[in-house]
C-alpha cells in the first residue's frame, strides 16, 4: 500500500537527549514509564497505539475475554508525562552510522536507541506454513482465531458432508508449551460446559482437541511436576495429547504427523517464538534470531543502542541461550535500563542486569493450575489457580482492565458461561482476511 505523501515523522524539537524506544511491550512500556523523571525526551514507535497483555490472549481467542479488557492505550500510560512522545509507525529498519531510525514516513534522529519490538511466531522453518495456520502472538490473531473457531460449529449444524463435519470438529493445538497447554484447557472447558449449550443439535462427542509437542513432555521451561501434572489436567479434560511428536505437513485440512494423518480445519500454532530482528543489524550481533547484547543490555559493540525483552540475547555461564522470553524477564530489563540510563547521565558506573526469578505458572482451567517457585517449591491446583489469577490481574494495565478482566472470570466461575461468543467478523482462513460482517457464514 502506498503511503499518503502528506504523511511525514516529526517530533517536537528538544533541547535534552533523545531516546528512542521501539516498541510498546512489556520491556519498552516499563522502561519508558520509568524514564518519568529523566531530563531526556523518550520517543517510543509502535505499529499500534495500544499495549496488549499477552499471556492472556489465548482467553479472547476462546471467548472468556473481549481484546480491550486485555489491552490498554499507550497514549494513556504515560499522561503527565513531559518530556513523552508517542508516534504509531512501523520501524523498517535502523540506520546505526547516522544514529536514525527508519520508517515508512520518514526517519527520526536518535542519540540513544532502544530496541524492544518483542517476537514473533516461529515457524522452525517451515515458513510455508504462515498462510496455512492459526497463530496466537497478536489481538488480530486472538479475534481471527475465535471467529474461525465459533463459525466452524455454525457451519457444522449447516453441512451435510460426514467426513467434511468431523473436519470441521477437530481442533490441533501445536506447541506444548504455557501457551499451548493453555489454548488446549480452554478449548476443553468450551466443549465440556459451553458449547453443547449453544449448539444443541450438534454431537460434540466427535470434538477432538489434539495437543502436538515435539519433546518427550509438556511446559519444557517449567519443572518435571509442572508438565505431569498438566499432563494429567489435560487427560482428564478429554485432550488427546501427543508427545514426542512432529508437524510433518499441513494441506488442504490434513496434518501429516509422519505416521498418522489428522484433519481438521483448525490448526493453532503455539509451538514458540522468535526475536524480531530490525534490518540493519549486522548478522554478527545476532544469535538464535536474537541481538547479543552485554551484562547491561547494550547491543554488542554499540555504546548508544540497546536491546530489552523477547528480543535481546544475554549469555551467561548460567544461561548460554539467554533468558527466557517471558514477561517478568521483559519487565526487569526495561526497570533496569532505565535505572542505568539514569546512572548514564549522572556519570555513575552501569551495574549489571541480575534477573530475580519469582517463579513460573501456567493454568489448565478452572481450578487447575500450576506453579513453579524459587528454591524448589511447586503447588497445583485451586491455589496455584487463584495465584496465577491474582498475579495476572495485577500485571494487567489500568484498573479499569483489571475490573472488567476479574468480573468475567468471576462470572465465568459460577455460572460456567463465556458472554464473548461473538462473530464480529467474519474471517476466511484460506484467504487470510477479514470479511464483511454482514456476508453469509455459508456464503
Request: net charge positive; no cysteine; aromatic share 10%.
Amino acid at each position: 500500500m502506498a503511503i499518503p505523501s502528506h504523511l511525514r515523522l516529526t517530533v517536537p524539537e528538544t533541547q535534552y537527549p533523545r531516546i528512542v524506544i521501539i516498541g510498546g511491550g512489556f520491556a519498552g512500556l516499563r522502561l519508558a514509564k520509568s524514564l518519568k523523571k529523566v531530563k531526556a525526551q523518550v520517543v517510543m514507535l509502535d505499529r499500534n497505539n495500544f499495549h496488549t497483555f499477552q499471556p492472556l490472549l489465548y482467553q479472547v481467542a476462546t471467548a472468556g475475554l473481549e481484546p480491550d479488557s486485555i489491552s490498554g492505550p499507550l497514549r494513556k500510560s504515560f499522561e503527565g508525562h513531559f518530556n513523552y512522545v508517542f508516534r504509531m509507525v512501523k520501524v523498517t529498519g535502523v540506520d546505526f552510522d547516522n544514529n536514525e531510525v527508519i520508517t515508512k514516513v520518514g526517519n527520526l534522529k536518535y542519540d540513544y536507541l532502544v530496541i524492544a519490538n518483542g517476537s514473533a511466531t516461529n515457524y522452525f522453518g517451515k515458513e510455508n506454513f504462515r498462510e496455512k495456520v492459526l497463530p496466537l502472538k497478536r489481538v488480530v490473531h486472538a479475534l481471527d482465531l475465535r471467529s474461525h473457531i465459533l463459525q466452524n460449529f455454525e457451519q457444522a449444524e449447516l453441512t451435510q458432508d460426514p467426513e467434511l463435519f468431523q473436519q470441521m470438529m477437530n481442533i490441533v493445538v501445536v506447541g506444548g508449551g504455557p501457551t499451548g497447554v493453555e489454548v488446549a484447557g480452554a478449548l476443553a472447558e468450551l466443549r465440556n460446559h459451553i458449547l453443547p449449550k449453544d449448539h444443541p443439535d450438534l454431537d460434540f462427542s466427535k470434538m477432538n482437541i489434539y495437543l502436538i509437542e515435539g519433546l518427550d513432555r509438556l511446559l519444557n521451561g517449567m519443572s518435571d511436576f509442572a508438565g505431569k501434572e498438566a499432563l494429567k489436567y489435560l487427560k482428564k479434560m478429554g485432550v488427546d495429547v501427543r508427545l514426542n511428536t512432529m508437524v510433518k505437513d499441513y494441506e488442504n485440512g490434513i496434518i501429516d504427523l509422519g505416521d498418522e494423518e489428522i484433519k481438521a480445519e483448525t490448526l493453532i500454532w503455539a509451538a514458540g517464538v522468535k526475536g524480531r530482528i530490525i534490518e540493519g543489524i549486522d548478522a554478527e550481533k545476532v544469535q538464535m534470531s536474537r541481538i547479543l547484547v552485554d551484562e547491561y543490555n547494550r547491543v554488542k559493540g554499540m555504546d548508544n543502542v540497546f536491546a530489552i525483552g523477547d528480543v535481546a540475547m544475554m549469555q551467561t555461564e548460567e544461561l548460554p541461550n539467554g533468558h527466557p522470553m517471558l514477561a517478568p524477564v521483559a519487565i526487569q530489563q526495561g526497570e533496569h535500563l532505565a535505572k542505568n540510563i539514569k546512572r548514564m547521565f549522572e556519570s555513575k558506573e552501569l551495574k549489571k542486569f541480575d534477573y530475580f526469578d519469582k517463579g513460573t505458572m501456567a493454568t489448565v482451567g478452572r481450578n487447575k493450575a500450576v506453579v513453579d517457585m524459587p528454591g524448589g517449591l511447586h503447588f497445583k491446583g485451586f491455589f496455584a489457580w487463584l495465584v496465577w489469577m491474582f498475579v495476572h490481574i495485577m500485571y494487567l494495565i489500568g484498573f479499569r482492565n483489571k475490573l472488567i478482566t476479574l468480573n468475567n472470570w468471576i462470572w465465568s466461575y459460577f455460572t460456567y458461561d463465556k458472554g464473548t461468543r461473538l462473530i464480529i467478523r467474519t474471517f476466511s482462513l484460506r484467504s487470510k482476511k477479514t470479511l464483511t460482517a454482514d456476508r453469509k457464514i455459508s456464503g
